[in-house]
């Protein structure tokens, strides 16, 4: 499970530890897999840093804490507001 996600990399929480040092993939849902390695490992944490930075994650931080993207009614229009 993907506990925290930036641009450079994640923080995972998983079931048992990663062997070795292969690269791996991140499959995120909409977005497609990312290649990374694991960076540290502790207990049932991993760290992993993605081996190109993801931009989408800017995207979607930037529309998930967009105070006007909350305020718009369903059919997306904000002006009732003004």
């Known amino acids: ?3 925290d996600v930036s641009s450079e990399g994640a923080n995972l929480l998983v079931e048992s530890p990663l062997g070795g ?3 791996l993939w991140l499959i995120v849902e909409n977005v497609g ?3 990374a390695s694991v960076a540290w490992q502790q207990e049932n944490r991993v760290g992993l840093c993605f081996l190109e930075e993801q931009e989408w994650v800017h995207q979607v931080s930037k529309q998930r804490f967009d105070p ?3 305020l718009k009614n ?3 229009d904000a002006s009732h507001l003004q």
């Open 1 to 3: 499970m993907v506990v």
């Open 21 to 23: 040092d292969a690269p």
């Open 33 to 35: 897999p990312i290649a």
């Open 68 to 70: 006007a993207a909350w």
């Open 74 to 76: 369903s059919t997306g």
